[in-house]
């Protein structure tokens, strides 16, 4: 196996084979029951609560009929119990979990022995220990006590498309996994959460480890020229005093360039968008099942709602009432009223699996679905799915253009963009970056696409995609990455704002930097960067296997948000 992609952070290397014989991901009937069902119904299928909405969990244990149980398995009860497409639980599987489950408790399956125990946590460094020695043959007991899905996969599972490697499924909060380590001595394993991949933990075999280093860059001087309005930034792990999970929004002055507002919300706060007429702004909580509503006018929390296992990112229909949250621990995208939060009931359910980034455009809605490297296409009227179309691997940002006629999605292990025509739902280019592709967005004048790729943010001209030939289809020539500019560790998500006096900048988060980064984009054949506006830091000094983590910048957004037929 010879796949390139570039690390969380920069430079480049080559995933290859494992030393001793590659595994396979082991999901027998009682291990699916113990990361899964069992969290909820009871390891022995008797019953209990919910760990997403707090619900009664029913008994299951002697579940007698097929249809129903597979039913219930496939379409889930959102948001209380997510849904399992046939990509996590496959039909064989489906069909020997009945059987478990209706044999329950006389087909109870008892936890095995363990050498040692890993603890999975919803804040950083997430593995605890985050690196561990074994001896060839022990066993390691995973232990999710997070408030949501975190699944335990070695990082080769995901880099060959399950081709090699182990994968634990989705582990619920309270679910445990068992892993016995036969690699040979000298093996070193990374393992990482296929849902929230910053999480990361390494198991060695027979041999010792070095810790990460901490190293903080040095912000550039802000910006000279001011910019028009706010820009509300996620920094996903940092702490506040007094708050037991992590989580900060801050709001930046761009007039002035200053972090002015800094408001402590949820539980790990990723993606963050504008309400109808700016005056709501939503934000998932990635590590819960939670999102958080705060009125831009205040800077405060007006509540905080159930939504479903994992909400990833959330768009809007600019004008509407609706957001669009991508419930990426299922396989379905979540309509709510942005009046009352109410949950719709027709939310649309997509054959990828695992969406994550999620676009609105022109009466559609675009999904990329991580875990299955797809890119999906939604009716949003109607809320039904339209067609799926396999991108590169696991993808994360997706974007459309106003008109609804081209998608853009980047795939992260690929250090690519695909463009997608929406129209006649394929993919007419991958465009290779020099680093991880994660948000995408198409300027306003839909023109160019901005994308962060860590370590660079990158402008990609798509213009002479434009041409429409008289059947509908695309004449597709070319497109080009114009240039990459330096900014910083963990590029992340990328947003426009107006610049004083005319002109636009392109605003850009970073995972593994403790500063928002600006680049002017007036002349896009010519950006350039403009300076970095430094975060208020609650806590320095803190460092995971991906970098630091003082901050985590994931989301990011303008207030007011500039759509772009507006």
Same mark, same amino acid.
């Given at each position: 196996?010879?796949?390139?992609?570039?690390?969380?952070?920069?430079?480049?290397?080559?995933?290859?084979?494992?030393?001793?014989?590659?595994?396979?991901?082991?999901?027998?009937?009682?291990?699916?029951? &113990?990361?899964?069902? %069992? *969290?909820?119904? $009871? #390891?022995? /299928? !008797?019953? @209990?609560?919910?760990?997403?909405?707090?619900?009664? =969990?029913?008994?299951?244990?002697?579940?007698?009929?097929?249809?129903?149980?597979?039913?219930?398995?496939?379409?889930?009860?959102?948001?209380?119990?997510?849904?399992?497409?046939?990509?996590?639980?496959?039909?064989?599987?489906?069909?020997?979990?009945?059987?478990?489950?209706?044999?329950?408790?006389?087909?109870?399956?008892?936890?095995?022995?363990?050498?040692?125990?890993?603890?999975?946590?919803?804040?950083?460094?997430?593995?605890?220990?985050?690196?561990?020695?074994?001896?060839?043959?022990?066993?390691?007991?995973?232990?999710?006590?997070?408030?949501?899905?975190?699944?335990?996969?070695?990082?080769?599972?995901?880099?060959? &498309?399950?081709?090699? %490697? *182990?994968?634990? $499924? #989705?582990? /619920? !909060?309270? @679910?445990?996994?068992?892993?016995?380590?036969?690699? =040979?001595?000298?093996?070193?394993?990374?393992?990482?959460?296929?849902?929230?991949?910053?999480?990361?933990?390494?198991?060695?075999?027979?041999?010792?480890?070095?810790?990460?280093?901490?190293?903080?860059?040095?912000?550039?001087?802000?910006?000279?020229?001011?910019?028009?309005?706010?820009?509300?930034?996620?920094?996903?792990?940092?702490?506040?005093?007094?708050?037991?999970?992590?989580?900060?929004?801050?709001?930046?002055?761009?007039?002035?360039?200053?972090?002015?507002?800094?408001?402590?919300?949820?539980?790990?706060?990723?993606?963050?968008?504008?309400?109808?007429?700016?005056?709501?702004?939503?934000?998932?909580?990635?590590?819960?099942?939670?999102?958080?509503?705060?009125?831009?006018?205040?800077?405060?929390?007006?509540?905080?709602?159930?939504?479903?296992?994992?909400?990833?990112?959330?768009?809007?229909?600019?004008?509407?009432?609706?957001?669009?949250?991508?419930?990426?621990?299922?396989?379905?995208?979540?309509?709510?009223?942005?009046?009352?939060?109410?949950?719709?009931?027709?939310?649309?359910?997509?054959?990828?699996?695992?969406?994550?980034?999620?676009?609105?455009?022109?009466?559609?809605?675009?999904?990329?679905?991580?875990?299955?490297?797809?890119?999906?296409?939604?009716?949003?009227?109607?809320?039904?799915?339209?067609?799926?179309?396999?991108?590169?691997?696991?993808?994360?940002?997706?974007?459309?253009?106003?008109?609804?006629?081209?998608?853009?999605?980047?795939?992260?292990?690929?250090?690519?963009?695909?463009?997608?025509?929406?129209?006649?739902?394929?993919?007419?280019?991958?465009?290779?970056?020099?680093?991880?592709?994660?948000?995408?967005?198409?300027?306003?004048?839909?023109?160019?696409?901005?994308?962060?790729?860590?370590?660079?943010?990158?402008?990609?001209?798509?213009?002479?995609?434009?041409?429409?030939?008289?059947?509908?289809?695309?004449?597709?020539?070319?497109?080009?990455?114009?240039?990459?500019?330096?900014?910083?560790?963990?590029?992340?998500?990328?947003?426009?704002?107006?610049?004083?006096?005319?002109?636009?900048?392109?605003?850009?988060?970073?995972?593994?930097?403790?500063?928002?980064?600006?680049?002017?984009?007036?002349?896009?054949?010519?950006?350039?960067?403009?300076?970095?506006?430094?975060?208020?830091?609650?806590?320095?000094?803190?460092?995971?296997?991906?970098?630091?983590?003082?901050?985590?910048?994931?989301?990011?957004?303008?207030?007011?948000?500039?759509?772009?037929?507006?």
């Amino acid at each position: 196996m010879n796949k390139r992609f570039t690390p969380l952070i920069a430079g480049t290397f080559a995933i290859t084979a494992l030393t001793g014989a590659a595994l396979a991901a082991d999901k027998t009937p009682e291990t699916i029951f &113990r990361a899964n069902c %069992g *969290t909820c119904h $009871g #390891q022995k /299928g !008797a019953g @209990g609560t919910s760990w997403i909405n707090t619900q009664a =969990a029913p008994k299951i244990a002697g579940y007698m009929s097929r249809m129903m149980f597979q039913s219930h398995v496939r379409n889930g009860f959102p948001p209380q119990m997510p849904a399992f497409p046939s990509q996590e639980i496959n039909s064989t599987e489906l069909t020997n979990l009945f059987q478990y489950v209706r044999g329950l408790p006389g087909s109870y399956v008892a936890e095995p022995t363990a050498q040692y125990t890993v603890t999975v946590t919803d804040e950083d460094p997430w593995y605890n220990p985050m690196q561990l020695t074994v001896n060839k043959g022990q066993t390691v007991k995973f232990v999710n006590t997070g408030k949501t899905y975190h699944p335990v996969t070695q990082i080769d599972y995901v880099a060959t &498309r399950g081709a090699s %490697g *182990t994968d634990s $499924g #989705q582990l /619920g !909060a309270n @679910g445990v996994y068992y892993r016995t380590f036969s690699e =040979a001595a000298g093996s070193k394993l990374t393992f990482l959460c296929k849902i929230h991949p910053y999480m990361r933990g390494e198991v060695y075999v027979g041999t010792s480890f070095t810790p990460p280093a901490y190293h903080a860059d040095t912000p550039a001087a802000r910006p000279a020229t001011a910019g028009v309005g706010e820009v509300w930034y996620n920094a996903q792990w940092q702490d506040w005093p007094g708050k037991a999970k992590d989580g900060v929004v801050h709001v930046f002055n761009a007039a002035t360039w200053t972090d002015a507002y800094q408001i402590p919300v949820g539980n790990n706060p990723h993606n963050i968008w504008m309400g109808k007429g700016n005056t709501k702004a939503l934000t998932t909580n990635w590590y819960d099942n939670t999102v958080s509503v705060m009125d831009t006018a205040t800077k405060t929390v007006i509540g905080d709602y159930v939504v479903g296992a994992a909400p990833a990112h959330v768009t809007s229909d600019w004008a509407g009432n609706n957001w669009y949250l991508s419930i990426e621990a299922s396989y379905y995208v979540q309509p709510a009223a942005q009046s009352n939060m109410a949950l719709g009931t027709n939310r649309a359910f997509v054959s990828g699996y695992g969406p994550h980034g999620i676009w609105y455009c022109n009466g559609k809605l675009v999904s990329a679905n991580t875990f299955d490297n797809t890119f999906s296409i939604i009716n949003a009227s109607t809320m039904t799915h339209v067609a799926t179309v396999p991108i590169g691997l696991y993808p994360l940002g997706a974007s459309c253009n106003s008109a609804g006629t081209l998608g853009a999605a980047g795939n992260y292990l690929d250090a690519t963009v695909s463009i997608v025509d929406l129209v006649n739902k394929a993919v007419l280019r991958n465009v290779a970056l020099p680093g991880n592709s994660v948000q995408v967005p198409f300027t306003p004048d839909d023109k160019y696409i901005v994308a962060a790729n860590s370590p660079y943010t990158s402008v990609i001209d798509v213009q002479k995609a434009t041409a429409k030939n008289p059947d509908g289809t695309w004449t597709y020539t070319d497109a080009q990455v114009i240039a990459s500019v330096w900014t910083g560790k963990g590029a992340h998500g990328v947003a426009f704002l107006p610049k004083q006096g005319g002109g636009q900048y392109a605003v850009v988060s970073h995972k593994y930097e403790n500063y928002m980064s600006v680049v002017d984009i007036s002349v896009p054949m010519s950006p350039v960067k403009a300076g970095d506006v430094p975060l208020v830091t609650t806590t320095t000094g803190r460092v995971a296997i991906v970098g630091i983590t003082d901050t985590g910048g994931n989301a990011i957004a303008t207030n007011p948000n500039p759509a772009p037929w507006q």
